[in-house]
């Protein structure tokens, strides 16, 4: 098993001559493929060795999806860099993962000149076909390394093998019905797994990838319909700001399928999403050593039988285990909680989509693992009769205030359905009384107006008094990841030095 084989796979048998398609730019999979060999032979010319680390800093793009190919032709192990790192972050990661390359787009060529590193820019203009024998690794060797954002502190370098990548294409293929009929639009960033991982999977189908270099809510909206998109995913902020504007619904869309993963999502996003874009909806969990998908809300036959709202309940939980991960919800002993739907536990999971561990960090490896050599994913959840999922919070995003335990994402929920707001994020700052403040950042929908104790009567009217934000602050955005998920650890931060 082994990444460029999907792309030798798709050149053979497809003829589509534009499956990969970027304004003027169209490639068919023959075309990309030697494009591909013709990036990893300029590799090997700048003296790369099979098993070699290679960097990338591109926007989304052709040239970041031949990078991904290219260097698996060449044997080398491929570092995504996330572009919105400042210059100091990426040189530690270039140092920590002993890169010997540096792969960059037009777009990317100043700061890819301040990185103190050897460049080799990529522009699908100037490919020029190699005779080259690519030199695929053995399918337990490292495929790619994905540095974790570092909000819960110094980033780490996850290793994900070949066959943890292949693995993963080919059960989201079978999951969901992926042929060479999808269109996937590349609008999450292409350096993250919230996007990465459709890279391989749509392309063991041989089927076609549309690019936007960089997000913006309008312009996602326009790609969909302008290139009849069926199937693509994106993080739950991603999909807020495109359903609220104003001219989202009505279009001519294509999809048969919205996925959104990487932060949970509250349910009235999720009415919002299917009536914007029509088709299905499907919420998804997973991390990055994880390749990444751990559990799909698919519904089975029984549950595709219930009414449409209850039909929603379910679309709108985590979800039911991905095809091939054994998954746990397990007690502080280790013990398994019971399928009650209201029992909450960590998730912990095993398979061969799982990493086998961080790069020259043996203790964080070590310290992921249990005994029984399943991942402790951090993340507390309930499991119901039904082996539905459904997660409260993160273990360090509980608040703990008083005697009570209160989970930021049950508010959060409640939030989402006042008309006025837009996005919001709920964490704990220090409390000399409680010990911990339940406290709300909250980005107002444009023309909408509200008060902090008009919130906090909101959620008083609809949850636990003592669950309710005790403060309530505005901001014109919230501040979020690389991969555009909303960090809260920079939330508490700033308002628990302020506080």
């Given amino acids: ?84 790192l400042a210059v100091g972050e990426q040189r530690a990661i270039l140092a920590h993962s002993d890169s010997r390359l540096l792969l960059h787009d037009a777009a990317h060529r100043t700061r890819a000149a301040e990185l103190a590193v050897q460049t080799l820019p990529v522009d699908v203009d100037g490919i020029a076909p190699a005779d080259f024998t690519p030199s695929p690794a053995a399918a337990d060797a490292p495929a790619q390394l994905y540095y974790t954002s570092g909000t819960t502190g110094t980033p780490k370098g996850v290793v994900l093998t070949h066959r943890n990548v292949c693995t993963h294409a080919l059960a989201a293929v079978a999951e969901l019905a992926l042929s060479e009929r999808d269109t996937w639009a590349h609008i999450a960033p292409m350096f ?57 619904a009505g279009r001519p869309y294509s999809l048969r399928t919205m996925l959104s993963g990487g932060a949970p999502i509250a349910p009235e996003v999720v009415r919002r999403i299917l009536a914007t874009f029509g088709g299905d909806y499907v919420q998804t969990y997973g991390m990055t050593e994880t390749s ?22 379910w679309k709108c939980k985590t979800g039911r285990p991905f095809r091939g991960v054994e998954l746990r919800v397990v007690d502080e002993q280790g013990r398994a909680v019971a399928a009650d739907g209201r029992t909450v536990g960590e998730i912990r999971v095993r398979g061969a989509t799982v990493t086998p561990g961080y790069w020259l ?107 309710a934000p005790k403060q309530v602050r505005f901001l014109a955005a919230l501040p979020r990841t690389g991969s555009g998920k909303i960090t809260k650890k920079a939330l508490r931060d700033a308002w628990g030095h302020s506080a």
């Fill in 361 to 467: 960090n043996p203790e964080a490896t070590a310290a992921a693992f249990d005994a029984d050599g399943f991942l402790c994913t951090g993340d507390l959840a309930t499991i119901d009769a039904h082996g539905y999922v459904d997660i409260v919070d993160r273990k360090k995003d509980v608040i703990k205030t008083g005697a009570e335990s209160v989970f930021s994402i049950e508010v959060e929920h409640v939030l989402y359905q006042h008309p006025a707001v837009l996005e919001c994020a709920v964490f704990g700052v220090p409390d000399p009384l409680w010990g911990e403040r339940v406290t709300a950042a909250v980005v107002l929908r444009p023309g909408h107006a509200a008060t902090d104790a008009e919130l906090i009567a909101f959620c008083k009217d609809r949850i636990a008094h003592y669950k």
């Fill in 192 to 248: 993250h797994l919230a996007d990465a991982w459709a890279t391989f999977a749509i392309t063991a189908v041989a089927g076609t990838h549309v690019f936007l270099p960089h997000f913006q809510a309008r312009a996602a909206l326009d790609l969909l319909v302008a290139e009849r998109v069926t199937i693509t995913n994106l993080v739950p902020t991603m999909l807020n700001l495109m359903v609220a504007e104003a001219d989202a």
């Fill in 1 to 84: 098993m082994n990444v460029w084989h999907f792309l030798v796979d798709a050149a053979a048998r497809s003829t589509q001559p534009d499956a990969l398609r970027q304004g003027r730019h169209r490639l068919g999979y023959g075309a990309a493929a030697t494009a591909a060999a013709g990036v990893a032979a300029r590799l090997r010319a700048h003296g790369l060795r099979p098993g070699d680390r290679v960097a990338c800093l591109m926007d989304n793009g052709i040239e970041h999806w031949l990078a991904y190919f290219a260097a698996a032709a060449a044997g080398a192990t491929f570092v995504s860099l996330n572009t919105r």
């Fill in 292 to 313: 990444p998908y751990l559990t799909l809300s698919l519904l089975t036959e029984e549950l595709r039988q219930l009414p449409p709202e209850r039909q929603l309940h």
